[in-house]
């Protein structure tokens, strides 16, 4: 059946619109599955903090992603743990084994001088595809809304293909209010400055999946996002879902939404 007004949705490989969603953990078996019923709507994997070392069946599950045309990266926190011990050579032997293509490089958690992340990201660059994430994961500690966008600049500059905007999988610190809610100042900055097809917001929670589509649209690219709420978060893309429902239909069916009391 095809609905008309419905928002243009590019097929994979894409470049905008697209979808990281986060495993946390999931077993060889719930892979597989997700990627049946929903391997067409993921664009990223990411196989969270530092899970990849934990879990026993991570180079099977990077397998079965990238065989449905997904690329996989594993935390920018375990990069962190690596680079705080001098141990990179070791984690670039880990995740070739693995056999990602794309990496996250960060520093949420550490200080790491940006010109040292920047050199990370150029030499990661020459063989992977870089995610580059911004912003720290605590609540306390503040980043000047105008160093988000100078340091994205930077790391777009130095080989990311995205850069993203922390949130972690609570979707309360970074780019958000501790409610969940956006932090306007620091997003409208970021925008003024960076494309937003070069940026991967992270929105675990609904309510932040629905304010970035009506800010920027279906073609939003959205993060952090959980395994089972891939589906439903492309619903929300595409005006299928009560929150976006009336987003994409012309000014004449305006006149059909339920009017609030």
């Known amino acids: 059946m ?17 979808t990281m969603m986060m495993d946390k953990g999931l077993s060889s078996g719930q892979t597989r599955e997700l990627v049946s019923a929903a391997g067409n709507l993921i664009d990223f994997a990411k196989l969270g903090f530092g899970t990849s070392l934990v879990c026993k069946h991570s180079k099977e599950k990077v397998k079965i992603y990238r065989d449905a045309n997904i690329k996989v990266f594993v935390g920018g926190t375990l990069f962190e743990a690596c680079a705080l011990r001098n141990l990179m050579d070791e984690y670039k032997k880990f995740i070739r084994e693995l056999d990602v293509d794309a990496i996250e490089i960060s520093d949420g958690s550490i200080v790491l001088d940006h010109d040292v992340k920047c050199n990370y990201i150029s030499d990661f660059a020459k063989n992977y595809t870089v995610l580059s994430e911004v912003g720290a994961k605590e609540d306390d500690i503040f980043t000047e809304p105008c160093k988000w966008s100078e340091h994205m600049e930077s790391e777009l500059s130095a080989g990311s293909s995205y850069v993203i905007a922390e949130a972690r ?3 309360t610190v970074g780019i ?13 900055d970021i925008l003024k400055k960076i494309p937003s097809k070069q940026i991967l917001w992270e929105a675990p929670l609904k309510q932040q999946q629905t304010w970035f589509i009506k800010l920027i649209g279906a073609n939003v690219n959205l993060g952090n996002i959980a395994p089972f709420d891939v589906i439903p978060l492309e619903t929300l893309r595409i005006g299928l879902r009560g929150d976006t429902f009336f987003e994409f239909l012309p000014e004449e069916y305006q006149k059909y939404k339920l009017k609030k009391k």
């Open 2 to 18: 095809e609905l008309s007004f419905l928002p243009n949705r590019e097929s994979k490989p894409r470049k905008t619109g697209i």
């Open 169 to 171: 999988e609570t979707g």
């Open 176 to 188: 958000y209010k501790k409610d969940g809610s956006a932090d306007t100042s620091i997003i409208n």
